[in-house]
Structure formats: C-alpha cells, structure tokens
C-alpha cells in the first residue's frame, strides 16, 4: 500500500464512515471505498444483498464482479470524472477517482442498483446457471433500489465533493498541528534558558535540572543530581512526606509550596518549589519540580506573576490576541498572541488605525469605517463584530472583534478603547459550506424520484413541514403549498402515521438514521407501500425520504399467482419424470433379460464349432457390445457418480453377469493381471475395497 497516496492520510477512519453511512441512508446507494489498488477496500457500507449472498459468493460471479471493478476504474484520471456501467451480472455500477492536491488517493466505487425495471427472466436464468435458489435469489433482486444514471451521477458528485472537502479541511487541521508541534519545540528551547529552575527527579533523586536550578541553590549540576527536592525545605515542620506529597498528586494532579532554603553559601533563599508526576501519581516515579526565588517580591510580586500566567493561559486557550487603541492619536497597539494565533494576523504588523484599516477586506471597508467613526463619536461605547481582514500571506481571515471605550476625557470624548480579537475562519467556513450544502441538498431533493420532504422540531413535540418535493406532491396528490407550514402528523394522519412521528422523535434524541421497511400507510388522501429513511440533517431539522413500492407490491401479487401455476405445473411433471424412470428401468432390464436367455446362448454354442482367430475375435466383439447395450450398469454408475471408465464399466457389466476374469480377459483381449487391477479399481470407486463382499452379487443389487 503506498501510504504517501492513502486516503487515511487525509481523513480519519471513523469521520469518513460517518460521512457515508449517512449517504448511504439519504440516497440509498452502496458506497465502496478504495484505495488508488481498486482491490483494496477502505469502506463498504449499504452492500446489495443480492451481491453479498450470492454474487460474491459464487466464484464465477465474483469473477465478473472482479473484472467490472478494474475495468470501470480503469483510465479515471480528472478530478469529478463519473463512470457507470452495466456488470455481467446484470447490475449498474459507478466509480470516480478522489483526488487531493491533484493527486490520486483512492476510487470510490457506488451502483449495485438498477436504472430501470429488472428483466426477471435474466436474472432467472442466472440464478439456474449459477446454482442459485431462484426464489431467494428474486426475492434479493426485489430489495435493489432503481435510480437513474443521471441521479446516481448527482448523488456521487455530492459524496466525492464532501469527502474531498473533508480531507482538505483535516488538512488544514494537520497544519496547524505541525504549527504547533513547532511552536512546542520552541517552548522547549526557552524552557532550557528559561530563570525558573527546572528538573526532574526520579525515586526523589534529581537526575537534571537546568542553569537556573543551580544559579538559585548554588549547587553545581553534579552536585544536584541523586539530591532529594523534599530536603530543599529547611523547615521540617514544613516538608512534606513521600505520602502527603502523593496525597496531593492524586487530588490536584500537582504540588506547590512556599519554602525557605538554604544555599550553598549558606544565605537564606524564599522560593517557590511546584513539582508534578510525570508517568504515574507517586513520588517514587518520575516527576518534574520548579523553583523560583522570590526573595525580593515575596508575595505581591507572586501573586502578579500568577495573575499574568493565567491571563497568558487564558489567551492562548481561548486563541485570543489583545489590542489597545488611543482615539486620539490613532496608536494602535496589539501584543504578539495576535500573530502566533492568526497565523501572521495583520494585527501584528500595525501601529496605526490606518494600516489596519487598508487590510480590511474591500466589501467590509465601507460598513467597518461607518463603525470606527461611531466610536470616536461615543455612539458605540460596546461592541462586537466579525469582519475580514488580510494576513502576511494576503489571505483573507474572518476575525470577531469585541470592544469597549475605557477612558474618556473631561468632555466625555472617548480617548482609549481595548478589545480582543478572536479568529473564526473556521468556524465561518463551516456556516459558508454549510449553507452551500443546503443548497445543494434541495436542488438534488427537488429532482429526485423518490419523495422527500424535511420537518423543524418544535419544543412541543411537533415536526412542522417547511419543504416538500415534487416527488412528494406525485404521490400524495398535494399541494406543496397547502403542507408547507403545518404539523405533519394533522396533515397526514392514518395507519403508519403515529410510527413515523415516534421514529422522528428518536432520531432527534439520538441522531441515529432510521429506517422503516416497507410497509402498507393508509392516509386521508391516498393509500401506499413504501419504505422511509429518517435522519437528522446538519441544521438539526429531519429529512424523510420515501420510496414508493406499490407497482413492486402489485407486481409481487402478480408474481405470486404464477408462482404457485408453475408449483403446479412442477409437480406434474415430476410425475410424468418419475414413471418415465420406472419405465425406463423395465426396459433395461428386459432388454438385458432377453440377450441373455435369446442370444447368448447361441453365441455359446457357436464357440463351440471350429472358428478362425478373426471369427472367434468378432465373436468376442459381438459378445461385449452386447454386453454393454444389455446392461444399465453404465446408466447406474453416472447416476451414482462411480465414476467408472468405460473399460471399468465393460469389465463390471461382465463380472455382474456371472463372467469369470479369464472369460473376461478373453472376451476383451486384455491380460488376467489386467482384468485384476479393474476389478480393485471397481471395487475401490464402490466403497468396498479391502471387504469380503462378493463383487457380482454387489453389482446385481445396483439394478
């Protein structure tokens, strides 16, 4: 497998199942995926019965199923590029490439359906030619779905495009991880010149710390290590056993003390030791410690340390970057979190209000000036808003800004204003896309065959109708315009309804598709067999898609009515079969009786007289060929499958007539020692080799 070509590089396993699980539940097509070897399966969701249980599961039609998989894919070399066809076992089949960065990461493989109506009396025959039972094998034909070419097409442009959009975007994600993994390697340099003594310790004996861990203790780092960080508290009272310090491990993951030590010249030291388990929740594993001297700023000056750790904590887990603005001068001012967490955010570049706003995206420049004029004027002392604006590598990103004037001068004028900007392209992707794909859904939904209608939730518990396709106004012989707007369940009430409405209620508690199979409903308007798909879309409203199964359902009357007159029609003839058998046996037998009472015993007699070689050789010939017509030991060895010879056949035919192996080895002109090595064969393919079981008697008892 060439993992640099792999899909799995771009998309995680359980995201890509997701994503077509539930294509499968909306378009009800089977969907295969592979990798760029069209032989090695990735997926395979919503498999065709009729394939699993029998095409797959008969060697010659697989064989077909083989070729029509390398064949369809073969030579598929554009981005979108669609390929049906028709395989030998008589089921359309579709496949397009995947491509990421121009490049080809697997084929996606979808059909097991039909484009039209199915011709029974081929897949009839197949089923014969193929060993299949012809009635479960029909009855798998009845579950395969009939879509058009040109709706497979759209439903596989649809799941090609997500599941391109889906990579590009775990893309993206990769490299913002890289981004990061490179960020922490930096953290790793600054953390190793850092002035805050670091080590670590394992079984509480330090085995390294950094400069600083020396600069404070005064130790050298030989002197440090096997050292014992409890030992650094002076004050007994104050240190804490192997147990407490565990004790505080497992209760907040940590331990931090203020002490006072002593250091190697002897000068009291306050600091500031923390210490985490690194591997487990005892001391006696490996941990990491700390140690600040905080001698001259004692608890003030830690208590500011702390407040800007945790403000540093909160911008970086919240991806935020600050900025501060003086109205009066324009002096825009933004910290360093702004192009660490945009990605070269423009921010970071500015110093005045100007050159941020020649960054802002052109259709946001004219409303974001109306803006920044309101707030100099005080009209906006608070906001919020989301704008775009240009990085260092001239992309646009969508930014949320909230702010608010601090200061003001005597006049009430605003003077300063802060604020925090926080990146949200991704997010608003997600609302761009996700409206796109709405779109997309509805234009497939309002040309589909299949009726399809979408419903809102309300708080109390009804599914308000807020789409329904032409399809949809076919079956039920409504209106779109008189459903749209009212509770599904007064609009459609009747047998099934009250199903619906529970299986609804489910699948937006669980999120999990549902399906009904097909089953009779019994409405106001109209009266119908069919089977519904049920699943929650991502704007959270539900989809029912409905396949209409009335003309299968009046055809599987139909079917069955002939079904039982060919029962009947088999069962006369295997009558008819069963008395040609008997009949036929008769006549064998006959046949066999009078050869040998009529003429076998003038061929005796004629042995008797003087014969020439060539005569008593015709003789011979005569005597076999006779043999072999008299006898239905030949049609009674096919029937058994011995699997005799035809010299083994002759040779029982002769020894069930009483022949002994001399008169047979005369009569075929063959050796005694010949005539032997058949008899053991004969006796080995009849299940009686090596057993005191008399042959001639054995081969009597067949008839």
């Not at 937006?508 to 069919?530: A, C, M, Q, V």
Request: proline share 3%.
């Amino acid at each position: 497998m060439n993992q640099e070509s792999h899909l799995l590089k771009f998309i995680d396993i359980e995201a890509l199942t997701e994503l077509v699980v539930n294509f499968n539940a909306l378009t009800g097509l089977s969907v295969g995926i592979t990798t760029t070897d069209p032989d090695e399966h990735i997926i395979q969701v919503g498999w065709a019965d009729i394939c699993t249980t029998y095409h797959q599961a008969n060697p010659e039609t697989e064989r077909l199923c083989i070729n029509n998989r390398s064949s369809i894919c073969s030579n598929l070399a554009a981005p979108g590029e669609i390929r049906l066809s028709r395989c030998m076992n008589g089921l359309i089949h579709a496949c397009s490439p995947i491509f990421i960065d121009e490049q080809l990461v697997a084929y996606l493989f979808s059909g097991q359906v039909l484009s039209s109506p199915p011709d029974i009396e081929f897949f009839k025959n197949q089923a014969i030619h193929n060993g299949f039972d012809v009635d479960c094998y029909l009855d798998s034909l009845k579950q395969v779905k009939i879509i058009n070419e040109n709706q497979i097409k759209i439903f596989i442009t649809l799941i090609v495009n997500n599941i391109t959009l889906l990579a590009e975007k775990n893309k993206q994600i990769s490299l913002t991880q890289d981004r990061l993994n490179k960020q922490s390697a930096i953290l790793q340099k600054v953390v190793d010149l850092a002035p805050i003594g670091i080590g670590t310790a394992k079984k509480l004996k330090v085995d390294w710390c950094n400069q600083a861990m020396c600069r404070i203790t005064g130790y050298s780092e030989q002197e440090m290590l096997d050292f014992n960080p409890i030992d650094l508290c002076i004050n007994k009272e104050d240190r804490l056993s192997p147990e407490e310090l565990e004790k505080e491990y497992k209760i907040k993951g940590y331990s931090e003390r203020l002490i006072k030590t002593v250091n190697k010249a002897g000068e009291d030291v306050d600091i500031l030791i923390s210490s985490a388990p690194i591997d487990s929740q005892t001391p006696s594993g490996n941990i990491v410690f700390t140690i600040m001297n905080i001698s001259e700023q004692l608890r003030n000056k830690a208590l500011l340390i702390e407040s800007q750790e945790r403000l540093n904590i909160i911008i970086q887990a919240t991806k935020v970057g600050l900025w501060d603005w003086n109205l009066i001068t324009d002096e825009f001012i933004t910290d360093g979190s702004n192009f660490e967490l945009f990605e070269g955010h423009a921010n970071s570049r500015f110093h005045t209000i100007d050159q941020w706003k020649n960054s802002i995206h052109p259709q946001d420049s004219s409303w974001v000036e109306e803006h920044l004029k309101q707030i100099k004027k005080g009209q906006n002392t608070t906001w919020s808003t989301t704008y775009r604006i240009r990085n260092t590598d001239n992309e646009y990103r969508w930014i949320s800004s909230t702010g608010a004037i601090i200061e003001q001068n005597e006049k009430g004028v605003p003077t300063r204003a802060v604020g925090v900007d926080r990146d949200v392209t991704a997010t608003k992707q997600l609302e761009i896309e996700r409206i796109e794909e709405n779109k997309k859904y509805r234009e497939i939904v309002q040309h589909m065959n299949t009726a399809a209608l979408t419903l809102t939730p309300t708080s109390d518990n009804k599914f308000i109708i807020d789409d329904f396709n032409p399809a949809s106004e076919s079956i039920s012989k409504t209106k779109s315009k008189d459903v749209i707007g009212c509770n599904y369940i007064d609009r459609f009430s009747g047998s099934g309804a009250e199903e619906i409405v529970k299986s609804m209620q489910r699948v937006l508690e669980t999120n999990k598709p549902e399906r009904i199979p097909t089953k009779h409903y019994s409405f106001k308007e109209f009266d119908i067999w069919g089977e519904l798909y049920i699943f929650l879309l991502p704007s959270k409203k539900i989809a029912l898609i409905f396949n209409d199964h009335t003309e299968i359902k009046e055809a599987e009357r139909e079917l069955q009515k002939h079904h039982q007159e060919l029962e009947e029609t088999n069962i006369t003839l295997k009558v008819l079969v069963r008395r040609y058998e008997e009949e036929k046996k008769k006549q064998e037998k006959r046949l066999a009786t009078n050869v040998q009472m009529l003429v076998n015993p003038y061929l005796e007699r004629i042995k008797t007289t003087p014969l020439t070689e060539r005569q008593k050789s015709y003789i011979d010939i005569v005597e076999t060929g006779l043999s072999d017509l008299s006898s239905p030991l030949a049609t009674i060895a096919a029937a058994r499958d011995f699997q005799l010879s035809q010299t083994e056949t002759k040779i029982a035919n002769l020894v069930r007539q009483g022949y002994p192996s001399k008169k047979i080895a005369d009569i075929m002109n063959i050796s005694i020692q010949t005539v032997h090595k058949h008899r053991a064969a004969i006796r080995k393919k009849l299940g009686v080799a090596n057993q005191n079981i008399n042959l001639t008697s054995l081969l009597n008892q067949l008839d």
